[in-house]
């Protein structure tokens, strides 16, 4: 079985339930398996074979849906990336992936002119809407296909998902999703974590190309619906007025999304009651705000634990243990990332890969059917992450006595804000690229709407100089701009240890004294 027999499956049981739901639009499951087969049928008319990769720049829709299931059902795997890169990123997936292919939307035709040049890959570009002279159009490449599903032989550990990480140090990895990963991530959400229900209506308020598509597999299963708010950007009241319109019953979010929504006025002019779940993660959600969510909105929120290595579904906290009331220890899980799902291993382990006891500091460490294949053809950071068919994340964190996760640090210092992963290496290689700065160092720090946000502390080369303006502009021309600081301190130099290595930690200490800094 692979995973896109999911949606074959609920055709056959559920032809004239709604699959897709945008605007006044309305696509039964029967007529989405009718055009998902069609793509996979015009992919392969377009000289695609089994194993090759498929990409897409698109925003959330319901072709974006129908462009993640028609790779799959056709052997290849499907590339999703994410719009709010750079160019110069989007061009690098593209041609480390090696697709052959891009479904792309109209909204990015002048994006795609500035690396088209450079893209070595790529023989087809299909256009959602109106395209560049010459390639091809989305609706028409359906015209004339097959409806009914392609039969290649897709065995368990095929690529299914090219899933590209942030980067270390300036290029992202590609995780390799196979179709056994994402069969057991939607098996673990239907045994032990929130099993969906035909009646349900996943709202896509959250992109497609992360968290919120990895949530489609397990509502399709069931022949539960999609729907798409009219909105490309994260507006509390188009959010409510979908959920209102739709009947919608689940959401993934990220922590900031959830406190956009709470702090907005608009949430009271619409009726939300048909709303039962929220899955959250990715980012931190610190309990003051979790505590308020619950209130707001009630006891429907789950927490999730994963990564792209590993999506999603590691470790869950379920909606019952949202109610923790007056109680000390309920009120101290909520800190939590809760406990493995079935079928998963998590461990907390030293430096030498020793378990460490509960409550004790370590490495995170997860081992099941859930880790990923390998990076793609990255074999030395394949060995070095996934080491004794155990994945390290690279988190640190503890287990406590009954088994709930604590993720507490990033061994990499990695920031995430606004649940988008920012990497401070890739930003401290451009800003040392400005003529003006000798060192720089680039750190989390606490905001209310974010989470945390991107701050360059700067040692300016000795007579020289440059502005906050400038610093923050250069990196605007380099980099995707959700990863630009959004403050720079300059200093005459940056703490470091006896072997040179900079204190980041010391750095961080004086903008968190008093918080709890937690993913």
């Avoid at 610190?286 to 209130?295: C, F, H, N, S």
Wanted: with cysteine; hydrophobic share 40%.
């Amino acid at each position: 079985m692979h995973i896109g027999h999911f949606l074959t499956r609920a055709a056959r049981r559920h032809p004239d339930r709604p699959a897709w739901l945008e605007g006044d639009l309305t696509i039964t499951f029967r007529e989405a398996e009718a055009r998902v087969n069609r793509l996979a049928h015009a992919l392969l008319a377009l000289g695609g074979q089994p194993g090759d990769r498929v990409a897409m720049l698109l925003p959330n829709c319901y072709q974006g849906l129908e462009t993640l299931l028609a790779p799959m059902k056709a052997g290849m795997a499907v590339v999703p990336m994410n719009i709010r890169l750079h160019p110069s990123e989007h061009e690098y997936m593209l041609n480390d992936s090696g697709a052959f292919a891009l479904i792309y939307g109209e909204e990015f035709r002048e994006h795609l002119a500035q690396i088209r040049g450079n893209l070595t890959s790529v023989k087809h570009f299909i256009c959602v809407g109106r395209g560049a002279a010459g390639d091809l159009a989305y609706d028409q490449i359906l015209d004339g296909q097959r409806e009914t599903p392609p039969d290649p032989t897709i065995e368990p550990d095929d690529l299914a998902w090219l899933f590209y990480t942030s980067g270390t140090t300036g290029h992202p990895k590609g995780a390799m999703l196979t179709h056994r990963n994402l069969l057991t991530m939607a098996e673990q959400f239907l045994l032990c974590i929130n099993p969906a229900l035909p009646d349900d209506v996943l709202l896509h308020a959250a992109p497609i190309t992360h968290g919120s598509g990895c949530s489609i597999f397990h509502h399709i299963a069931v022949g539960a619906a999609s729907a798409f708010p009219a909105t490309r950007s994260f507006d509390p009241p188009k959010i409510f007025e979908a959920i209102q319109r739709y009947r919608a019953t689940t959401m993934f979010l990220v922590p900031t999304m959830i406190n956009v929504l709470l702090a907005s006025p608009d949430k009271a002019k619409y009726d939300l009651s048909s709303l039962h779940t929220i899955f959250y993660g990715g980012a931190p959600m610190y309990v003051e705000q979790l505590l308020e969510a619950v209130k707001t909105f009630g006891p429907i929120f789950v927490q999730l634990f994963g990564q792209g290595e590993a999506p999603m579904t590691c470790t869950s906290l379920p909606k019952k243990e949202h109610l923790a009331g007056e109680d000390p220890v309920k009120l101290a899980r909520l800190a939590s990332a809760g406990r493995e799902t079935t079928g998963v291993r998590v461990r907390i382990v030293d430096d030498e890969e020793r378990d460490v006891p509960a409550g004790q500091m370590g490495e995170i460490v997860v081992r099941g059917d859930l880790v990923m294949k390998g990076y793609w053809r990255k074999p030395e950071a394949t060995a070095d992450t996934l080491r004794g068919g155990w994945l390290h994340t690279g988190d640190i964190g503890y287990l406590d006595s009954d088994g709930y996760l604590y993720i507490t640090d990033r061994k990499k210092d990695m920031i995430i804000s606004g649940g988008s992963n920012i990497y401070p290496r890739e930003i401290e290689e451009v800003i040392c690229r400005h003529p003006a700065v000798f060192e720089v160092a680039v750190i989390g720090i606490p905001d209310e709407k974010w989470g945390e946000t991107v701050k360059a502390l700067v040692v300016p080369r000795e007579g020289m100089r440059a502005t906050e303006a400038e610093i923050i502009e250069h990196c605007k021309r380099h980099m995707a701009s959700y990863k630009k600081p959004q403050s720079v301190e300059f200093l005459p130099a940056l703490p470091k240890n006896a072997y040179g290595k900079v204190l980041k930690r010391e750095l961080r200490d004086r903008y968190w004294a008093g918080r709890q800094r937690k993913v």
